[in-house]
């Protein structure tokens, strides 16, 4: 997350580590799957796809942050913000 939030790519990232993913957080292989099943399923998931896109270069973390700032509050956010 660092180094993407520095302006790497996740491919100059993943290029130095060709021998392994260590080091590597979870999320690079998880997000994408994460992603698959939410739309299959249907279910809201923006940060799971905000990171997906941020990890895929599709948006950078500045742009994911401000969108999902942006994002209409649902039902399921205001049962936990009146608490």
Do not use: C, W
């Not at 180094?3 to 260590?22: F, H, N, P, V, W």
């Not at 799971?48 to 399921?76: C, F, H, T, W, Y």
Request: charged letters at 25%; a positive charge.
């Amino acid at each position: 997350g660092a180094r993407i939030g520095s302006g790497e790519t996740l491919q100059d990232i993943l290029k130095a580590r060709q021998q392994s993913l260590e080091g590597v957080a979870e999320g690079v292989a998880t997000a994408p799957a994460a992603v698959r099943l939410a739309k299959k399923y249907n279910v809201h998931m923006p940060l799971a796809e905000a990171i997906n896109a941020v990890l895929q270069g599709d948006k950078n973390p500045r742009e994911a942050i401000l969108g999902m700032m942006q994002l209409p509050r649902r039902s399921d956010f205001s049962a936990i913000a009146s608490r």
